[in-house]
């Protein structure tokens, strides 16, 4: 059924949605986000599920953007491209709107909406060499769908450490900010999510669905209004001279007009 990415949930219910363009780390197509959206919603209403295991297959978590993706923005008009980055936010908040708690495993790269996607989980746990980064204004952009859950995550005085400078931080950083619960080794890490997975076999289902939610209403503000006006943020940079100039950089493999 689904083809950027796997579900296979064992005996004790735990769903390991797997994302499964491994050949292009596992960067978010259209595709792929309307298919993650598809299966949050189909694992919110399985009883079945305990519990779900977010992942990459390969040596990436999530590189964020597919770039063919990217590069159909650039043609795009801005109510097209309002549209697309809808499919995006609305994908992130199924997720994070999960009724099930969602454990992170966090491997290789995660930059831009990958790091957006490890935002949402309850609980992301990343192997020590991982690489995370929010790159979107190297482009000429920023991390406006993904950003809500970004702050939600780190808070914003941590997030502002990383939040518009593009620069890379290894996993021992990324758990100084909030983003990972911890870092172990990459041959531990399975052992270590399996470990955040066990307590909630033992915990009644629909209680720890209406803690998830206490604890969603008690934090930050993430409903439609905030959602549209990262909509509207991102589009207007969609429309402004400095994502041309940084895609179109970043696709003809030269430097953008304002990097020296």
């Not at 990436?60 to 990217?70: I, K, N, T, V």
């Not at 994908?91 to 949402?120: D, E, H, R, T, Y």
């Not at 979107?136 to 780190?154: D, K, Q, S």
Request: include cysteine; glycine fraction near 10%.
């Amino acid at each position: 059924m689904f083809e950027t990415i796997t579900l296979d949930t064992d005996a004790r219910g735990v769903c390991t949605l797997t994302l499964n363009r491994a050949e292009k780390h596992n960067a978010m197509s259209g595709q792929m986000l309307q298919e993650l959206t598809l299966a949050a919603k189909r694992l919110a209403e399985d009883e079945t599920v305990r519990v779900v295991v977010l992942t990459g297959a390969g040596k990436s978590f999530c590189a964020g953007g597919d770039l063919g993706w990217m590069r159909a923005q650039m043609d795009a008009d801005a109510e097209t491209r309002a549209r697309e980055a809808r499919v995006l936010a609305e994908m992130l908040m199924a997720l994070n709107m999960l009724p099930k708690p969602l454990i992170g495993a966090v491997q290789g790269n995660a930059f831009g909406g990958g790091v957006g996607m490890a935002s949402v989980c309850d609980v992301a746990i990343g192997a020590d060499h991982l690489k995370m980064g929010l790159t979107e204004t190297r482009l000429g952009l920023i991390p406006a769908t993904i950003g809500p859950y970004v702050i939600a995550r780190m808070g914003e005085a941590k997030a502002r450490r990383v939040f518009m400078s593009a620069r890379l931080f290894g996993a021992a950083e990324a758990v100084e900010l909030g983003l990972l619960a911890k870092a172990v080794p990459a041959e531990q890490l399975a052992e270590a999510v399996a470990a955040e997975v066990a307590p909630y076999l033992n915990c009644a289902p629909g209680a720890v669905a209406a803690a998830k939610k206490l604890a969603r209403d008690l934090g930050p503000r993430l409903d439609s209004s905030v959602i549209d006006h990262t909509i509207k943020a991102l589009v207007d940079c969609w429309e402004g001279p400095e994502a041309g100039e940084g895609i179109a950089a970043f696709f003809e493999k030269r430097k953008p007009a304002w990097q020296s």
